[in-house]
């Protein structure tokens, strides 16, 4: 069975992954340092799919656990999830975004170059595209960065290419999320935010279950159809497919891999909350404030090349998207706490 190591797979988009990989019969292996994340996932991802994933808890940073891991287990690829992922956060403390995500990502593949792995997935962000000149983004739009965080995805973006220019054997994909939200469609895995949420789907959803009063809209003076910003959302168990297609195409191909993975199709703020109260059947109290410092208007997705290539379309619509992400809260109210 193939063997894939998967950095960060007890969190949001990695644990919905490890699904993914486990239904296409792979076998993931997880190391996690457990830092926004908590190993009750492992009981969820094993009550979904009756296989529990071997777990490491530990930091991608510790060389000596990252030899052991490669030497316990015959690992064919890595889907590298592990990051600190905050973007306001990361303008506080840029040493310890640059520090956990560069240093830990450099550790990592000096880790796999000694063991002679050489099949990368990285989780690239749309956020690579800064603010974009038109929309929709395709992969060849120029490339730039606001804020720490945007910084360590594109540095690590030209980090992996400068691996491939030395050593051309290696299979790197990157591949750049719009904005992942939903949960998988049992109601017993989603997004688990600590503290108050700064994404806007797990806040409507606190909202709607009434641990948060009402939803502020950063900002309805945008030139969108109603003002409020447009984003390409995109239900995780979708992304999480993305990246079995991306490794079943692109492991055995070496060089270079860019995709966007998104749906192509962007909503604005007021959309989301109405489908989320359509979902929830509530009202979602709401007030306008002003502009989030380092928005933008709009942006979402040109995914032609995902389809082309690797044979994968997002197919989970909007509501598909609101429904899941309500059965998660409302079954989890507190998250994974309880
Ligand atoms: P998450 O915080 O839920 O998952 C990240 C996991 O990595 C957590 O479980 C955390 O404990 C772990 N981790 C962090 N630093 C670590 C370290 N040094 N060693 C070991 N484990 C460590 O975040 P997510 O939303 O699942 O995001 C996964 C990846 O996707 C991240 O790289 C993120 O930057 C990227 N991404 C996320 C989004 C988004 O909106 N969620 C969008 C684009 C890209
Ligand atoms: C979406 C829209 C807000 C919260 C971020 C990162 C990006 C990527 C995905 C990792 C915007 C509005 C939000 C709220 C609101 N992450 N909003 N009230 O900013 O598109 O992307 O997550 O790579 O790098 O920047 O996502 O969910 O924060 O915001 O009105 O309480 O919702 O202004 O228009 P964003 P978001």
């Given amino acids: ?89 990361s303008t506080q403390v840029p040493l310890r975004y640059y520090q956990n995500n560069i240093a830990g990502t450099l550790n990592l593949l000096e880790a796999m170059q000694a063991h ?12 690579v595209y800064g603010d974009p000149a038109s929309v929709p983004i395709t992969e060849e739009f120029p490339r730039s960065a606001t804020n720490p965080y945007g910084r360590s995805k594109l540095m690590i973006e030209e980090i992996c290419e400068d691996q491939l220019k030395a050593e051309n054997d290696w299979s790197i994909t990157l591949l750049r999320y719009f904005n992942p939200v939903g949960a998988h469609e049992s109601g017993t895995m989603g997004e688990d935010p600590s503290g108050i949420p700064n994404n806007l789907m797990p806040y409507i959803a606190q909202v709607a279950i009434g ?3 009402a939803l502020s809209v950063f900002g309805n003076d945008y030139p969108t159809a109603d003002g409020t910003g447009v984003r390409d959302y995109i239900h995780v168990m979708d992304l999480a497919e993305g990246h079995v297609k991306a490794l079943n195409v692109c492991s055995a191909k070496q060089g270079l891999h860019v995709y966007n993975l998104g749906t192509g199709q962007g909503y604005s703020v007021l959309e989301m909350v109405k489908a989320f109260s ?34 994968w379309k997002a197919s989970r619509t909007l509501s598909q998207m609101t429904a899941d992400s309500w059965r998660w809260q409302s079954q989890n109210p507190m998250g994974y706490e309880e």
């Fill in 1 to 89: 069975m193939e063997k894939v190591l998967v950095t960060g797979g007890t969190g949001y988009i990695g644990s919905h992954t490890c699904l993914a990989l486990i239904a296409d019969g792979k076998q993931p292996i997880i190391i996690d340092n457990l830092c926004n994340s908590k190993p009750i996932v492992l009981d969820r991802i094993e009550t979904i799919s009756g296989k529990r994933p071997v777990f490491y808890e530990g930091d991608i940073r510790d060389r000596a656990l990252l030899d052991r891991i490669f030497e316990e287990h015959q690992i064919q690829s890595v889907i590298h999830f592990a990051a600190l992922k905050a973007v306001g956060e």
């Fill in 116 to 127: 002679g792995v050489k099949s990368f997935i990285f989780s690239s962000s749309a956020t």
């Fill in 211 to 213: 641990r948060r009063d």
């Fill in 278 to 311: 359509d979902a929830a059947a509530r009202p979602i109290p709401y007030q306008i404030e002003p502009r989030r410092p380092g928005d933008i208007a709009e942006y979402w997705a040109n995914p032609a090349k995902a389809e082309r290539e690797l044979d």
